[in-house]
């Protein structure tokens, strides 16, 4: 099946699961022929249905709480409830029980889909297992101040401006957003808050067609900001390979070796969260600017590991797991799934050029 099918059948499916937003999904599929490295954050449904497959060697190893779509723009910033700024993977939308392998291969994969041309696939791929060894022995949340020199650069980047964050979400349109929606986000405003609008936008590649709702409102004569996003079921779930009753995106948000962002609830199938300019998921420019690239991915592999270790298998399991797979299955992994990745793009541009030519015709 091409890939062109498994988009429709997807989002046929996607249909079935919230109140689709037609216009996202136009943008989602423009921005799916842009590049190899958009294409693959759009289009999990598509990694998961094949990569099981190709690198089935990978899928006995041990299930744990899986991310389900660990990129490397999957990262994010946020204040726990000591007001302590956290470093980790922000986005659960697709988390699930999965091997462990296959959150390492999809971060391992889109590291070589990226700008970043630092590493060979052998060094991304060490870089990754020494933070995710590391992760194993001694899992726990990731906090700015702790003196890492490439996390000077999360909190000096353009988007973490006060200025240019409330000018993004200004740009949002305004919306009504169903009652129950208005209700899940008003609670979570702090009381007294007033001049309350409310907007909609289409954030992110994978997440493109989901309802996504803004409350934006002054409190103590500041800015204040609360996004309500629809959930649905993992894209490894239409695929067949996790179920669905496994572990929610909050599980994952607020599990034993996470410091976890206070203001996060999931209520009426949306997760609402706080926004702010120090509390938001990375851009992808942003996350592509480093000068430690190297220790930037092991931290990644890092938070993988505290995420995975809060499961029933224990870490010590999945060490001795890793261990008998050696050094190189990552990177030869990685190598295999950008190959496909690449085809399926490249299927993908043709298929747009020649919806272009039609609507160019009628």
Known sequence: MSVVDDTQKYEDWLHSQCDVVEKGLVKKHLRMADSAFMFFRATLYRFARKIPRMVSHLADAPRV????????????TWRDAEGRLVWGVNDFDDATSLPYTYDLLRLATSGLLSEIQALSPSQQAAAILRGYKDGLGSPGPVFIDVGIDWMKELVRRPSARPKEF??????????????????????????????????????????????????????????????????????????GNASNATYTSLDLATARYRSPDPFMISRSGYMIRRLAADSQKLDADDALVRSDTADWFAGMGYDLA??????????????????????????TGAEL???????????????????NKLGERR
């Open 166 to 239: 409330k000018a993004k979400l200004s740009d949002a349109k305004e919306a009504t957003p169903p009652s129950e929606v208005v209700e899940s986000l008003l609670d979570q405003m702090p009381s007294g808050t007033t001049h309350v609008v409310y907007r909609k936008w289409q954030r992110g590649g994978g997440g493109l067609g989901r309802p996504r709702y803004l409350a934006i409102g002054q409190w103590h004569g500041g800015f204040v900001a609360r996004e309500a996003k629809a959930m649905v079921p993992s894209a490894w779930c239409w695929a």
């Open 65 to 76: 709480p899986s991310v389900g779509d660990a990129h490397i723009a999957n990262w994010g």
């Open 337 to 355: 799934a950008v190959e496909q990745v690449k085809r399926d793009f490249h299927v993908w541009q043709k298929h747009m050029a020649s919806q």
């Open 306 to 331: 505290s995420i995975h270790s809060a499961g029933r298998v224990s870490p010590d399991q999945v060490a001795t797991d890793l261990r008998r797979r050696g050094d190189k299955w990552l990177s």
